[in-house]
C-alpha cells in the first residue's frame, strides 16, 4: 500500500521469476527503474492493482498510468478502481486475497 506499492512494483517485476503475482495498492510504478525491456521481460506476472478514485495522496491518474503501461505491455492485470480514497477497504482486500489465491502456483 502506497510507498510499499511502489516497492512492490520494484520488487516484484525485477523478481517476476521468484513470485507468482503482485498486488499493489494505491501506489505508483515508477518508470525511471526499469527499461521498456525490463517491463516486457516481466510480463508474465499477473498483477492485481488497486486505487481509490478519490485518493487524494496519490491520485488516480497514477494508478492508470501504471495499468496503461502494463497493459500495453501485454501483462496480465485486473484493476480494482474503487470508490474511496487512500485506503485499503475490506473487500477489496478480500478480492486482492481471492486473486491472489487463484493466481499462486
Do not use: C, M
Amino acid at each position: 500500500f502506497s510507498q510499499g506499492a511502489g516497492l512492490t512494483f520494484a520488487a516484484g517485476l525485477k523478481n517476476h521469476d521468484l513470485v507468482d503475482g503482485i498486488a499493489p495498492f494505491g501506489g505508483w510504478l515508477d518508470t525511471r527503474l526499469f527499461g521498456d525491456d525490463a517491463i516486457l521481460d516481466a510480463n508474465s506476472l499477473p498483477v492485481y492493482l488497486a486505487h481509490g478514485i478519490n485518493d487524494k495522496t496519490i491520485e488516480i491518474s497514477t494508478g492508470d498510468f501504471a495499468h496503461d503501461i502494463l497493459k500495453k505491455a501485454g501483462y496480465n492485470i485486473e484493476f480494482d478502481r474503487f470508490d474511496g480514497g487512500h485506503q485499503v477497504l475490506e473487500d477489496v482486500l478480500n478480492s486482492a486475497i481471492e486473486w491472489l489465491q487463484k493466481n499462486s502456483n
